[in-house]
């Protein structure tokens, strides 16, 4: 099954344009739109992902809809439907090989299941579009149904992967001879950096990086007055007075220390805005580095104990600080079979650490059952946090630190290839080598701990750099550019 998504974006090129710094960027969009219109006109867009919830590519989504639909261009997002775990085992298996992680031994069964799925999504999305229109495939789970409708069809279609590896492994090799054939079927491909594409795509394309919309739920300014109501409402701070909002549907919820889950608020959270904040939020994903960085946040403890010498503001800085590990409720996503088994692996060492470790880390599941709920609180908590971490072990480029930087704050990024196409390391934002040293991760969260001006021009230059490079107005120009490319 495919299941048509309606947009969830309230918000126009209009608004944009009425904010001093943004709208030389909307009147360039504008002007392009309309020399390209003559050519998309007549044409469809369809784009097709693996889920509407949770994860890069859903949040990419609504926003470049809403304002390719805005300049006239008539496009629509279709989200695969399969109850089959296997399938989306297989998936992330492809995911984790791309990253140069896992199993490299793919053979008939998993062709078998690949192919059988991707006929059955082929038909579901092939109920939906017609000859002339132009589809958008997002990620290696519904590469293999695109691949059949261009064969099948009379429309152009265009495969965006979101993900890469920048370098050559046998598991890359494995899991590209895998997809060979299906991303061979299509016009165009498009990846984040040049490094990410494999041999059989080479000459057929293009780099865009991803961007982050300014006024989403996700990104939109926040008054302190709201943010401390949203943390409230979301039952991730005790509220400092009455609740000024209703509540929220469903609490977000926290790990306790017997390892049982339970609304987020206990009388120690109301330090949440006092102390200094590490925060990362991310999908249960291994290659996140989430169990990595909550050891090298507990290395800096434990090593407090033992130095000397130490002025005592720094010493109160690092005494003080907290990690804030969050992520979406495992249960509501459904494209993500791993997500579980990572959170589980997760807790347990958490649930083993020293009492007086596990006081300064909270692990946090974030409700996923409204969207604007989960992107509020992230938006909260990326902004309330004195420093934002994303040490993933691989990424293909991190909105999660797109985000961050463009709330000033100070990020901690990890040598992934695509974070350090964000981040330069000491201008706008730090990065570790290995984000699996505990040492090196407590090293560098030291240095951002004790020093609130670093953190403070880190955050500076990491706001301007996404304002120039990586907000959503230059995406949607180079998205109208290349299907009207496609389309000739
Ligand atoms: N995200 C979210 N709620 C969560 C966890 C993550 O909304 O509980 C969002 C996060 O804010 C970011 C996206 O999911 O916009 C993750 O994108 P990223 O590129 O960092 O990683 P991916 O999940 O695509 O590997």
Redesign the pocket.
Known sequence: MARLIESRHHVSLDDYEGIAHLSMAVRELRQEAASLLPTLKGHRVWMVSSTSR??????LLPPLLALLRELGVDANWLVMETDDQEFFRLTKRLHNLIHGHGDANLGQAERELYDKISHDTAEAVARHISSGDVLVIHDPQPLGAGAILRKRMDIAAIWRC?IGLDRKTPETRAAWTFLDACASAYDQAVFTAPEYIPGCLTGRATIMH?AIDPLTH?NRDLSVHKLVGILANGALIRPPGPMLTPPFPKPAERLQRDGSWAPAIEPEDIGLLYHPIVTQ???W?RLKGFLPLMNGFVSLKRDLENKTGLGERHRHSVQLARLVL???DPASVEDDPEGKEVLAKLCNAYVGLEPKFQDDIAIIL?P?NSAKH??LL?NALQRCSDIVA?NSLQ???????T?AMWKHAAVLGSNAAGLRQQIRPDLDGCLVTNPEDPHEIATTLDALLRDPWKRDMLGRRAQQRVHDEFLIFAQVRRWLVLIANTIK
């Open positions: 949770g994860g890069g590519v859903a949040e979101h991803p996700k939020i991310s999908r994903d969050a992520g979406p974030l996923m989960n992107a992230v994303q990424e293909g480029f991190g909105l999660t630190a985000e």
